[in-house]
């Protein structure tokens, strides 16, 4: 166990519908990423959120976004949702942002996303 | 634009080799680079974390080694064992400015 948890473990929704996946980091943590999987495209990095700020921003499209609570715990938000953002989103954390250092991230289970 | 290559897709070994896996990338300068484990349906598990001026890294059974002249990391698993059996990662970081996974291999340990 990593001691990064998401919620929901699966969701399936419709086309052009919106959604909300939640990430608690591990404990003393102050950074978290977002990652997208799929089949065809591998472990893609979608947004860095350090302490509440955004951090560094990868292929993340213009449909998602997401934001860094005060408690650390954070949200990703996919909108107007296609058959193509079905796949696994991943949250990590690590204790610092990568910078100066590079820091070991600890992965949550995932929440597999199947939109029909 | 930048690349990042492992291995075949896939690569079987019998239980008791040593497991050489390699990452080559291009159009990048990491500064570090991580390997992950990854089981099927779960998230990756971080193994090994290696600096630009290392030039290996051991834990146990694993060892990384990391030419940047050759950009080239090596991921070997000594003594393999089923349990092996995973597929596994190679991340680069650029002072955190590009943090990129490659498309990993898929080992099989076969017994």
């Known amino acids: 166990d990593s001691g990064v948890t998401q919620t929901p473990k699966h969701l399936i929704t419709a086309t052009g519908q919106r959604v909300t996946l939640r990430c608690s980091p591990r404990?003393?943590?102050?950074?978290v990423y977002w990652y997208q999987q799929s089949l065809d495209q591998g472990l893609q990095f979608l947004i860095q959120y350090y302490n509440g700020e955004e951090r560094a921003k990868g292929n993340i499209l213009e449909r998602f976004s997401a934001q860094q609570f005060p408690d650390l715990h954070s949200e990703l938000n996919l909108s107007s949702l296609e058959l193509g953002d079905s796949a696994l989103y991943f949250c990590?954390?690590?204790?610092?942002?990568?910078?100066?250092?590079?820091?070991?991230?600890?992965f949550g289970p995932g929440t597999r996303l199947t939109v029909t | 634009s930048q690349k990042i290559e492992q291995n075949s897709e896939a690569l079987n070994i019998q239980e008791g080799k040593t497991a050489t896996l390699t990452c080559n990338y291009t159009n990048y300068s990491p500064a570090y680079l991580q390997w992950y484990r990854q089981d099927p349906g779960r998230g990756p598990v971080f193994l090994l974390l290696i600096r630009e001026n290392e030039k290996e890294k051991r834990k146990e059974r694993l060892k990384v080694t990391f030419d940047t002249t050759l950009k080239q990391s090596l991921f070997h698993i000594t003594a393999s064992q089923p349990a092996d059996s995973a597929t596994y990662l190679c991340?680069?970081?650029?002072?955190?400015?590009?943090?990129?996974f490659g498309p990993g291999t898929r080992l099989s340990v076969l017994p």
């Open positions: 990590a954390s690590s204790v610092a942002p990568m910078g100066a250092s590079s820091y070991e991230q600890y």
């Open positions: 404990s003393g943590d102050l950074s």
């Open positions: 991340a680069l970081d650029n002072y955190g400015q590009n943090f990129v």
